[in-house]
């Protein structure tokens, strides 16, 4: 079995016990995800299995879309609901006071990781220490808000709840963002639920729930919720050659292929061209009769009008893993 599952997570469960459950369901030892969700939080979870699993670390690159509850009033340990309660404070402003502060928290911004992550410090993952009460100091890191819209807002005694829609980069933390925005407005706050609306291109109505997933072994139909490798990387620009380049390229004899260039406007996923500096050259996927045989960078050939994709990464044809 080679290729992904669009896993909608329920809450409950971590992004590894997902893992478990399609490395028992698929009887497949390799098994990765891309792109943490936390226990508490739902939704989209695409799942690698077999050989795919070497692209993980290109479907954690691009846009993803979260909708979220803000708690307004409320602080916690944890950012989030599942932490205890810090401080109250009474809310006094408005929705149009909210809607006022959210185009500071666009663009690029600077957050400080919490403590609550699965982050390390000095070997240690920053949970743990959390746990023990043991906070050490955290370097802020850039990540970009490319869109945070304000869908609802109500207030409820001394607290206020607001539901907002992000669109951020890879490495974005939401709850952080919730309690950002909380201090911001002198309230405080913690993010109330999470659920990831689209993720590398995938959108939760293209999702599958386990028990689908296992309803669709026991009819021996697992197979048809698995997307093949190629059809993972979603949007990206696609160079497709035939068999005998194929075999040279997986088997090491040619580093880079030319071929038929489509969907050329398109940009896989990551800051702009793509999971790498803004400088390097597109990343595209190498395909032969639907199959992935490589990723690699585009180049233009050495005569101007046959552009080549210079391999980084191949794909045996047939490996199932």
Known sequence: MNGGFIVLKPPGMTSHDVVAVVRRLTGVR???????????????????????????????????????????????DTQDATGQE????????????LAAVLPEFTGSIEQVPPMYSS????GQTLHKLARR????DRPPRRVTIHDLTLLDYARTGETARAILEVVCSKGTYVRTLCADIGERLGAGGHMGFLVRLETGGYR?????????????????????????????????????????????????????????????????????????PADAEPLAK??????????????AG????????????????????
């Open 30 to 76: 390799r098994v990765g995800h891309s792109g943490t969700l936390d226990p508490a939080a739902a939704g989209v979870l695409p799942t690698c299995v077999g050989p795919a699993v070497r692209l993980v670390e290109y479907l954690q690159e691009g846009r993803k879309v979260y909708r979220c509850r803000l708690i307004l009033g409320v602080t916690t």
């Open 86 to 97: 810090l401080r109250r404070r009474p809310v006094t402003g408005s929705r149009e006071q």
């Open 119 to 122: 982050l390390k410090s000095g």
């Open 133 to 136: 009460g043991v906070e050490v």
């Open 204 to 276: 939760a109505d293209e999702a599958v729930t386990l028990e689908e997933l296992s309803a669709a072994r026991e009819r021996g139909e697992l197979s048809g919720f698995l997307h093949p490798a190629a059809e993972l990387l979603r949007g990206w620009p696609e160079m497709r050659v035939g068999p005998d380049e194929a075999m040279a390229v997986t088997t090491g004899r040619w580093r880079s292929v030319s071929g038929r260039l489509i969907n050329l406007a398109a940009q896989p996923p990551g800051e702009g061209k793509g999971p790498t």
């Open 286 to 299: 190498v395909t032969c009769q639907g199959e992935l045989v490589a990723i690699g960078r585009l180049k």
């Open 302 to 321: 050495p005569t101007g009008d046959r552009p080549l994709v210079w391999v980084e990464k191949a794909f045996p044809r047939g490996n199932e893993g």
